[in-house]
């Protein structure tokens, strides 16, 4: 099987904090990979490294078969990224941050033009291509800085907490337009807080602390925690290992503050 | 390094230089305000200076010497006085700010054709306005070649006592009307290429780390060599467009005309800018958001106005902050701009200056590209 992504024993540590602890794992091209932990965990953390921004202190790696030491270059060239926050200029229109990407990536203009069309197309985005990004509601905003992290027609997307603030109908729009694309062959990374998206991801990776505690597939966690409900299985996950209180549901939080 | 994305930067840099209706103002209309501002309204010029007279002499010939004085724009006769006294003490009291006093034997020596003497009294409080109005007056009575015996300061601080005669002769000889907008209009050019420059960078810089859009840019190819050169290449023209804007306004308004070379000028004050680029740029690498940026670059921009030389002597300045004027870029600079401009002396009056000059900004570069490449790692 051929990987898109291969770690083995990455640690990332800042002073003698460690942020990332001998972190291990493969993802097969072609998958959606979704990325849990609670905040701090070391996600973005993780994604740094693999999209060759931040030297690991420890370990090695591979993403689509690019070294994470050596080429960075040949890394950064072929993955689009998205970012926690939003990244893209809100004082240039929706055509001008596409056109601004697409040549830092030093795309011919025809081919440029024709894959913004697809893009602005794809994310619903048509009649918007003169406004400026700033302009935008939430989530067009992210529509638009997906198709400034495809224009490249990367092999690998790294999606860090795309859908944060975003309300669930332009969610799951967002999701319907990933799901097509891997359809076409490409990976993708994705780390969010929303479970119900998680479970959309073919594999999906547990961080806390800096340690991958499990990697699975949602079907064979279901299985293993007699539930199918995401959200659950990490609450328990988080629970178990910080030894907080059992953490209650909604419901019983709703209850419990109409009592007192 | 990759011209196409320079560029690409570069193109980017100018949009939102040209959307932000602050920095359009900061870079097009700030440099002629700056002008307008130093040429006219900061004027060390002392025109009306109110002058009592003693004219213990009362002849013909001491009437037309206070007849002189009259005639110039630089003073006025407030009072006429018989007691030399009575002008010491209206000087005191504020009343006026020099005083003019003839002896009783005034004529008698000018009518045997010896050269006579008379005495001027100013008010040091205000040393700038004492300077030019002893100044003034050493220069009506020369012209009426007589010998000024003494010029007294009074209620002087301290910084006058050196001989102004000296400072005085040195102004003439290439300013004779002694317009401080000759004096002052030079400098603005080098206060605003350095200024705007220092600001308008060390906001580009900051900008995309404050909106968050460097975290976007980072996971690019983009190199920082790249983003860098490309985000300054705007800032080299708009400092090129302040540079002739001031110098043609210089001419129009204040004629100012540059005597020397435009370009050895031209070719100092491009080397210059690049100073101020790193100057923005340093700033950038300790600030975290534009309003630090800002307050960074006053912390700069200050010491500029006050201790270059543009508006203070730094002769006269305590020997700290002497030294400090020293290692500031624009003080040299400035030395240039008024060698070049006013005198039109050449490289080779200038060369020392301009190799302090050089290596000041050497300096701002390699601590510049140090402090950079640490951040990034
Ligand atoms: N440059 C840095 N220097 C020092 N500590 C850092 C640095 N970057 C991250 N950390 C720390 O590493 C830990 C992991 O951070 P990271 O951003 O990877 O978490 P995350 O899982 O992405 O969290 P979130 O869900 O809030 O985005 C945090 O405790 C953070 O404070
Ligand atoms: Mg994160």
Redesign the interface.
């Known amino acids: 099987m051929e990987f898109a992504i291969e770690i083995n024993n990455l640690s990332k540590k800042f002073g003698s904090f460690t942020a990332v602890n001998n972190i291990s794992f493969s993802i097969p091209k072609g998958k959606i990979f979704g990325f849990l932990g609670p905040n701090g965990s070391g996600k973005s953390t993780t994604i740094r490294m693999l999209?060759g921004?931040i030297t690991p202190t420890s370990g090695e790696g591979r993403v689509l078969g690019f070294d994470l030491y050596k080429n960075t270059?040949q890394i950064?060239?072929n993955?689009g990224?998205?970012?926690?926050?939003?990244?893209?200029?809100?004082?240039?229109t929706v055509n001008?941050n596409i056109d601004?990407?697409g040549?830092?990536?030093?795309l011919a203009k025809e081919e440029m033009n024709e894959r913004k069309k697809q893009l602005i197309e794809i994310a619903g985005l048509v009649g918007k291509e003169k406004s400026l990004a700033g302009t935008l509601s939430g989530g067009m905003k992210q529509k638009l800085?997906l198709c400034?992290a495809l224009i490249h027609q990367p092999q690998l997307l790294?999606l860090d907490e795309p859908t944060a603030g975003v309300d669930p109908v332009s969610r799951r729009e967002f999701w319907k337009v990933i799901t097509q694309l891997t359809a076409t062959g490409i990976t993708v990374l994705v780390t969010t807080h929303y479970m119900d998206e998680a479970s959309i991801c073919d594999i999906i990776g547990f961080i806390y602390n800096g340690d991958l505690i499990t990697m699975n597939t949602p079907e064979e966690l279901f299985e293993k925690h007699h539930t199918d409900n995401l959200e659950d299985i990490f609450i328990e996950y988080v629970s178990k290992l910080s030894s907080k209180d059992a953490v209650l549901s909604f419901k019983e939080i709703r209850q419990q503050g109409k009592e007192v | 390094m990759n011209l196409k994305r320079v560029l690409t930067v570069t193109k980017k840099e100018f949009i939102h230089i040209r959307r932000d209706k602050a920095s359009m103002i900061l870079a097009l209309v700030a440099p002629v305000m700056m002008l307008l501002l130093f040429g006219f309204a900061v004027s060390t010029d002392v025109n009306d200076i109110r002058l009592a007279v003693c004219d213990q002499s009362n002849t013909m010939e001491s009437r037309e010497l206070i007849r002189s004085y009259e005639n110039s724009a630089y003073f006025k006769v407030y009072t006429m006085t018989d007691n030399p006294q009575n002008a010491e003490k209206m000087i005191a009291a504020g009343n006026v700010k020099a005083a003019l006093l003839i002896p009783t034997d005034f004529a008698k020596g000018l009518r045997r054709g010896e050269k006579e003497e008379v005495q001027i009294l100013v008010d040091g409080s205000d040393p700038s306005i004492a300077r030019t109005a002893a100044n003034y007056a050493v220069m009506i009575s020369n012209g009426y070649s007589l010998k000024v015996s003494s010029v007294k300061l009074m209620n002087t601080a301290a910084a006058l006592n050196k001989s102004p005669g000296v400072d005085a002769r040195a102004m003439i000889m290439y300013n004779p009307t002694l317009e401080s907008s000759k004096f002052n209009v030079p400098g603005v050019v080098g206060l605003i290429l350095q200024n705007i420059t220092v600001i308008l960078t060390a906001f580009a810089m900051v900008r995309e780390r404050e909106k968050g859009t460097i975290e976007q840019l980072i996971m690019t190819p983009v190199s920082s060599l790249e983003l860098i050169v490309g985000k300054l290449i705007p800032y080299v023209f708009i400092g090129i467009y302040d540079y002739a804007i001031v110098l043609l306004l210089s001419y129009i308004l204040f004629g100012v005309a540059i005597k020397g070379s435009i370009l050895l000028l031209t070719l100092l004050g491009i080397i210059f800018l690049i100073g101020a680029l790193a100057m923005g740029m340093l700033i950038s690498t300790f600030a975290k958001t534009q309003l630090q940026a800002m307050q960074a670059s006053l912390l700069v921009l200050l010491p500029s106005v006050l201790l270059s030389g543009f508006m203070f002597p730094r002769e006269a300045m305590p020997k700290v902050v002497y030294a400090i004027s020293t290692i500031l870029p624009v003080t040299h600079f400035l030395i240039i701009l008024r060698g070049i401009i006013l005198k039109g002396v050449g490289i080779s009056y200038l060369y020392k200056t301009a190799t302090v000059l050089l290596a000041l900004i050497i300096a701002i570069i390699a601590i510049t590209v140090k402090k950079f490449t640490k951040k990034l790692d």
């Open positions: 999209c921004v270059e950064k060239q993955i990224y998205m970012s926690q926050r939003f990244g893209l200029y809100e004082d240039l001008e601004f990407y040549s830092i990536y030093l800085a400034c790294v």
